[in-house]
């Protein structure tokens, strides 16, 4: 029965790991299609090759894990065709402590924390928008943080993602909801998720501690 449960919740894990790569993918191809259609062949081929890194990185030979150094170069192909889509409106910066490197964290962990951001922080921002990615050591803890200077997180979602009972999905993409439910599947109850809003924008803040082998 111990075994039985340990194989659903990594089938669990796994299939979360998942979502997030279909409607990325047409998104993408759908900006490609528009690039061309429009003789902008030289973004094209931009985007073109940051899908293809993208895609190289996030499959991994099939691991669940890897480590923070290939997580950080996933977010980074994200990043570059997300600022290309919308148009340089906003900047980012990625930052890796050397020392957390080659710890080993959930696969695609990263990078629905960047694209709650840039889709519910700095969108629909009037200003340029700013995104700092941070990868940093804290005792035996790894935290993996994002940064944005948008519009900040609504307090009573806020107590829904971070406190400890059943989250309720908003419809809205992948999202914070299904990274807590990796964390919960995988690492529970040796990590945490932290949001913390500030002026302007917020931090959504990922810690998560060594995990002991099987």
């Known amino acids: 029965m111990v075994e039985e449960q340990k194989g659903k919740r990594q089938y669990e894990f796994l299939a979360m790991q998942e979502q997030i790569k279909p409607h ?4 993408t191809l759908d900006n490609i299609h528009a690039m061309i259609f429009l003789k902008n062949t030289d973004d094209a081929l931009r985007m ?3 899908l293809g890194q993208f895609y190289r990185s996030s499959l991994s030979g099939g691991r669940s894990l890897v480590t923070v150094e290939k997580e950080l170069e996933i977010v980074g192909s994200y990043l570059t065709i997300q600022q290309m889509r919308f148009h340089n409106r906003f900047t980012y910066t990625i930052e890796c ?3 957390v490197r080659s710890w080993l964290i959930p ?3 990263v990078q629905p924390l960047v694209e709650n951001a840039i889709r519910h922080g700095i969108r629909d921002c009037d200003y340029p928008g700013e995104l700092h990615v941070r990868a940093f050591a804290q005792g035996d803890a790894v ?6 200077n948008g519009v900040g997180f609504p307090e009573d979602k806020i107590r829904r993602l971070t406190g400890d009972g059943k989250i309720e999905r908003d419809g809205e993409g992948f999202g914070l909801a299904s ?3 990796r964390l919960r599947i995988y690492y529970d109850p ?12 917020c931090t959504v803040s990922i810690l998560i501690r060594r ?4």
């Open 48 to 50: 073109c090759k940051a």
């Open 179 to 181: 990274v807590i439910d």
């Open 211 to 214: 995990k002991e082998a099987a």
């Open 190 to 201: 040796i990590c945490s998720l932290e949001i913390t809003n500030h002026e302007p924008g």
């Open 97 to 99: 402590e050397s020392g």
């Open 24 to 27: 990325f993918l047409y998104n």
């Open 143 to 148: 935290v993996l943080s994002v940064r944005d």
């Open 107 to 109: 696969k695609m962990i």
